[in-house]
């Protein structure tokens, strides 16, 4: 029996914490990705990004400037809980795609920063230009989903 072609293809489901190999692969690959937060009026406000991804710590992280719009989403939304705000990193290349969901908060700390820098070195092959208003968004992650 086949496949009807208007039938929907259920979205694979991936553990962000322990992804398959090739998931994983395609996230070590040179790809820019998309940021996606909220708006205060709950519209989405996509961003082209570098990502990096550590599933053994559970976060992705991406570099932005203090004052960019995703940081001031982010912010907004954080919540006093301190949970973060709902974001989602999505990266693809012809019609294989990767996406990883979770709580971002922007982090300050000079090492944190400094660690995100190497990481997006090694992964994008060039260190990132010097910005004294770079801040880190990280983003603890909550699910994972593609087609690697």
Sequence with gaps: M???????????????????EPYLSFWRERHHCTLTTL???????VAPVG???????????VLARRTSRKVA???AAA?????????AVCQH?????ATLEGRARIR???????????????RYGRRPTPNPDRVLI?????????RP
């Design 39 to 45: 708006r205060p009026d709950g519209s989405p406000h």
């Design 93 to 97: 290349a012809g019609r294989r795609w």
């Design 2 to 20: 086949t496949e009807s072609p208007s039938a929907p293809r259920a979205t694979p489901r991936i553990d962000p914490l322990d992804p398959p």
């Design 138 to 146: 990280e983003i603890t992650l909550t699910r994972a989903m593609g």
């Design 51 to 61: 990502v990096t991804y550590d599933p053994a710590a559970g976060v992705a992280r």
């Design 79 to 87: 919540g006093e809980d301190g949970s973060g705000a709902r974001v």
């Design 73 to 75: 989403h982010i912010r």
């Design 108 to 122: 300050t700390e000079p090492a944190a920063v400094a660690e995100a820098e190497l990481r997006f070195e090694e």
